[in-house]
């Protein structure tokens, strides 16, 4: 029976059984392509993570479903499969038919950002610093790099450096900077939209 605990107890729970080394090893595969449609987190943000910070971090970029299906597939790779196991019991959601769900989702954000990402490096300016902020308080990006992205000398170089950051984290950063710009410009993405 599934259990009425939010995903994030059940990861964090999950992650505190792991010993210190299991722990790094899983940090590790999280800043690796582990999964299709799932961009890794950059080992940056995982570095020293504890396991409430991890589990924070892949609920961000992976939303609640993506974020049990990612810790299912790590935990396998690493032979916990007791983990695993038990975790699919607590969340049989991200192991039935609705595991497509995070996947299908994050194709409108990743279709959009990958069709666009020109036209975004010439037209951001005007909501690239409320973008920044939001996109940081999300964990896509850490607060290196958004100082990094504010300190270019440029509009063009800003949106460059962060479309950059944002296409290399892949398609779970793809589809928050989506629905953040969505938030930020509704009036941008559909123009955007509208012009494909």
Known sequence: MASSE????QIL????ELTSAELKRFRTFLSEKTMEGYGPISKGQ??????????SKMKAAYGDAG??????TILRKMNQNNLANKLEKAAPAADSGDVS???KDLKPGRAFFSKHKGALETRLPTVLSTILIQLEHREVLSNQEREMVESKPTSSEKNHALLTIVQNKGGGAQHVF???LK?????????LESSS
Do not use: F, G, I, Q
């Open 6 to 9: 939010p995903a994030l107890e």
């Open 46 to 55: 995982l570095e020293n993570s504890d396991p409430t910070d991890v589990a």
């Open 178 to 180: 989506y629905e953040v």
């Open 67 to 72: 974020a049990v299906r990612m810790t299912l």
């Open 13 to 16: 729970r999950t992650l505190d």
């Open 183 to 191: 938030k930020a410009d509704k009036w941008l993405v559909e123009d």
């Open 101 to 103: 769900a995070p996947v």
